[in-house]
């Protein structure tokens, strides 16, 4: 119960404006605590080699999760169908992107089924897409979805690869409101071991935890994360609509103080994907771009963005599984349809 906060901290700085509102996520997880009991960490080494590990992460655009929230049946009908596939219970719950509310979530989704949490997560941070994953860079087969609403509708996908998995998970998300909980590459411990990045719940707690009792919570944030400052700055301009299941957009961060006379502009698809500057960019996916509170280092979702907000803005590197051919080809700024090469953020940035 006492992390949660600073699980939360941490999950929203990792969100990259993207995977849910992190307030609703730690409510949902204080509250099955109290009610379930509290939940185990584990590592993937501690599970049995034929244990079923479930990814689980709401999908749909940030802006309706916060107002449409998931119920308790959701979780509990999908390790229903995963047992009814599988001949077996679910033996550990895994959040399928460590960013945002799906980081917090998962610990309130494995108190209601009274199963742990893996310390481990397939992306690292928050993408906006289904196959945006490790799991599918690594080379498994995107051969199964699950999806429940809370309308208690259930629905199986059975994709021919990981990019249906995305068009036709969407779609089932869009017919639900634009909100759903979906658990995809269900798989055995065994299985897991290369294929999802380990120990990133422990890294969203360290994250959390580095600005309590700072003072100063943005330098305290940037060092534990090796941050660039991209800009610090106010919020003068916000775009922002939903459509497709998505939250799509630009937001302007003009700067001030030593910043002043700067303008960097944010292009958003639920997470931060690319910010420019000068018509140069400054960073780009798979890396993460970040937007804080300038003074308290709290991460701002992309859904809470407004103007006059004093913010700054932070990039860092992703992690190393996202820089090889199949990462880049799978969340590499192409891939979201921006014509740029590839460039690490280290060499975009020099502060």
Same mark, same amino acid.
């Given at each position: 119960?006492?992390?949660?906060?600073?699980?939360?901290?941490?999950?929203?700085?990792?969100?990259t404006g993207g995977g849910g509102d992190v307030r609703t996520g730690s409510l949902a997880?204080?509250?099955?605590?109290?009610?379930?009991?509290? +939940?185990?960490?584990?590592?993937?080494?501690?599970?049995?080699?034929?244990?079923?590990?479930?990814?689980?992460?709401?999908?749909?655009?940030? &802006?309706?999760?916060?107002?449409?929230?998931? @119920?308790?049946?959701?979780?509990?009908?999908?390790?229903?169908?995963?047992?009814?596939?599988?001949?077996?219970?679910?033996?550990?719950?895994?959040?399928?992107?460590?960013?945002?509310?799906?980081?917090?979530?998962? +610990?309130?989704?494995?108190?209601?089924?009274?199963?742990?949490?893996?310390?481990?997560?397939?992306?690292?941070?928050?993408?906006?897409?289904?196959?945006?994953?490790?799991?599918?860079?690594?080379?498994?087969?995107?051969?199964?979805?699950?999806?429940?609403? $809370?309308?208690?509708?259930?629905? &199986?996908?059975?994709?021919v690869d990981g990019l249906w998995s995305e068009r036709l998970a969407r779609a089932v998300?869009?017919?639900?409101?634009?909100?759903?909980?979906?658990?995809?590459?269900?798989?055995?411990?065994?299985?897991?071991?290369?294929?999802?990045?380990?120990? !990133?719940?422990? %890294?969203?707690?360290? =994250?959390?935890?580095? &600005?309590?009792?700072?003072?100063?919570?943005?330098?305290?944030?940037?060092?534990?994360?090796?941050?660039?400052?991209?800009?610090?700055?106010?919020?003068?301009?916000?775009?922002? %609509?939903? !459509?497709?299941?998505?939250?799509?957009?630009?937001?302007?961060?003009?700067?001030?103080?030593?910043?002043?006379?700067?303008?960097?502009s944010l292009e958003l698809q639920n997470e931060n994907l690319v910010a420019v500057e000068?018509?140069?960019? %400054?960073?780009?996916?798979?890396?993460? =771009?970040? $937007?804080?509170?300038?003074? !308290?280092?709290?991460?701002?979702?992309?859904?809470?963005?407004?103007?006059?907000?004093? +913010?700054? +803005?932070?990039?860092?590197?992703?992690?190393?599984?996202? %820089?090889?051919?199949?990462?880049?080809?799978?969340? @590499?700024?192409?891939?979201?349809?921006?014509?740029?090469?590839?460039?690490?953020?280290?060499?975009?940035?020099?502060?």
């Open positions: 119960m006492n992390d949660i906060p600073a699980l939360a901290r941490g999950c929203a700085v990792l969100g997880a204080m509250r099955a605590i109290r009610e379930y009991g509290e +939940v185990p960490l584990v590592k993937l080494a501690d599970l049995a080699e034929d244990a079923l590990v479930v990814p689980l992460s709401g999908i749909g655009a940030p &802006t309706v999760s916060h107002e449409m929230i998931h @119920g308790e049946d959701e979780p509990a009908r999908i390790a229903e169908e995963v047992e009814r596939i599988f001949g077996r219970p679910p033996a550990a719950i895994m959040s399928s992107e460590i960013g945002g509310s799906n980081g917090v979530a998962p +610990v309130a989704w494995a108190a209601q089924l009274g199963l742990p949490l893996l310390d481990a997560d397939g992306m690292g941070r928050a993408f906006p897409e289904v196959q945006m994953v490790s799991m599918y860079v690594a080379g498994l087969p995107a051969d199964l979805v699950i999806m429940s609403d $809370v309308a208690g509708n259930v629905v &199986t996908i059975r994709p998300c869009v017919a639900a409101g634009s909100h759903a909980l979906m658990a995809d590459y269900v798989l055995t411990a065994a299985r897991a071991g290369g294929a999802v990045i380990e120990g !990133t719940v422990t %890294r969203a707690l360290e =994250i959390g935890r580095s &600005t309590e009792g700072a003072a100063d919570p943005l330098a305290a944030l940037r060092e534990r994360l090796g941050a660039s400052r991209l800009v610090t700055g106010k919020l003068t301009d916000v775009e922002r %609509r939903t !459509t497709g299941g998505f939250v799509r957009g630009t937001a302007v961060i003009e700067g001030t103080g030593d910043d002043r006379g700067r303008r960097l000068d018509g140069r960019v %400054r960073a780009m996916v798979p890396d993460l =771009i970040t $937007v804080v509170d300038t003074e !308290t280092a709290a991460a701002v979702q992309t859904e809470s963005l407004r103007y006059g907000q004093r +913010v700054t +803005v932070l990039a860092w590197p992703c992690d190393p599984l996202w %820089r090889t051919r199949k990462g880049l080809e799978t969340a @590499g700024p192409r891939a979201f349809g921006y014509d740029l090469d590839y460039v690490p953020v280290e060499e975009l940035t020099h502060d």
